[in-house]
């Protein structure tokens, strides 16, 4: 069997150049995290870059795992830190995702939920053809277009989804804590970022890391996704 190629893990030194292991104030935390702390200074936690390393390590390891059997990691970033950085790089390993909100029943409810993403992939057809824009009126054009706007904003990175995600990668376990215990529920493995406020008893593969550094995400997000395939475009002078 081939082995999967070793992704560069960031050394201690480029981790505490993002500020990967800035926690958040002591009077935030939740006592599960002890365990990934270093220590408290100026009245916030310190992040153990050591322990968030091997375990980076090992999601790295399984998200290679899961891409060798061609399974599908959906990607779970809504916070404004998140967004451009969720969305970059699940568009670049062409992983499902969501950025604006999560939603609701996504998973536990997913044969209901799947009625939208038709709609709105049966809108995109039907606003294409002259033929059925023909049959409509401009105003009824509009309230279509409309629609499929808002829509959009919802499923945009879910509309070619046609079955339940086989994992989640979360940024921010704490702030899209329904996404992950829908996971829970589903029993779907979770992949996330958990900052000193979250509870790593469910997480699967947790990393602990500061959730609200935009080099910080980039950063881990990058090194996930370079485990899924990711290669960094050269830049062009």
């Keep these: 069997m081939e ?18 292991h800035f926690g958040h104030q002591v009077t935030r935390w939740n006592p599960k995290m ?17 322990k968030t390393q091997s375990l980076l390590a090992k999601a790295c390891a399984h998200i290679q795992d899961l891409k060798k059997a061609d399974k599908t990691i959906m990607f779970v970033g809504t916070k404004k830190q998140a967004v451009n950085i969720t969305k970059k790089y ?7 995702y969501i950025i604006n909100r999560w ?6 409810n997913y044969k209901v939920v799947s ?17 059925f824009t023909d049959k409509y009126t401009k105003k009824e054009v509009n309230e279509f ?3 499929y706007s808002e829509l959009m904003k919802l499923y945009e990175g879910v509309k070619d989804l046609n079955k339940l995600p086989d994992a989640i990668f979360i940024i921010d376990a704490h702030c899209e804590r329904t996404a992950l215990l829908e996971a829970k529920k589903k029993s779907i493995p979770v992949i ?8 790593p008893d469910l997480i699967d ?22 485990a899924m395939g990711y290669v960094e475009k050269e830049q062009s002078n």
């Design 90 to 96: 699940a568009k670049a390993v062409g992983a499902p």
């Design 192 to 199: 996330a970022i958990i900052d000193t406020n979250g509870d």
């Design 205 to 226: 593969y947790p990393i602990p890391a500061n959730d609200d550094s935009f080099k910080s995400l980039e950063l881990l997000t990058n090194t996930l996704a370079t």
């Design 115 to 131: 009625k939208n993403i038709n709609r709105l992939n049966q809108l995109k057809r039907d606003l294409n053809s002259k033929e």
């Design 34 to 50: 002890k365990k990934f702390v270093f220590q408290k200074k100026e009245n916030s936690h310190i992040i153990d870059l050591v």
């Design 103 to 108: 939603i609701g029943g996504l998973l536990t």
């Design 145 to 147: 277009k409309l629609e």
């Design 3 to 20: 082995k999967a190629k070793e992704v560069q893990i960031p050394s201690l030194e480029t981790m505490l150049e993002a500020g990967v």
